[in-house]
């Protein structure tokens, strides 16, 4: 089983695709839910005190990273990919209070990051009025000094 950078080992939930039974409560794990393998033996969430936990689809790497540093448990969850021929990582489990702070500390980073962008934007827009100023005095000369040529 591989480690965890931070030297917790990863505990490992499989979203399973055939009909399934827990070892120790006997529960009914279908196709699509959670199931945890223990020592070869298979056992529904709440029999592997995993119940507890969250699920975080993946795709916001920044919440994934908080959830796991905050909370004090979490498991890695795969599902076997027919095409890939392997296990895939879905996402993971974490406790909900640790979900709860990394979602509202990558919301706050979020809007700096928009608030950021909005002040970049507004500071392009003054430095373009401001060449489109002086360009327009430029022409505003040349058509003055063109006149004057035209006169004389
Ligand atoms: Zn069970």
Redesign the pocket.
Known sequence: MSKARDGKPDIVVFIVHRPSK?S??G?EIHPGDFLHVHDEIA??L??ADLDHLEFLERGDTAVTRRSRKYSAMSAVVVEWSKYGKRYERQGILVEPEALDRAVAESDADADVRAARAARSAVRRDLHDDRRGARASVRDRIESVLDAWRGES
């Open positions: 827990c120790d409560c529960l056992l529904c709440a029999c």
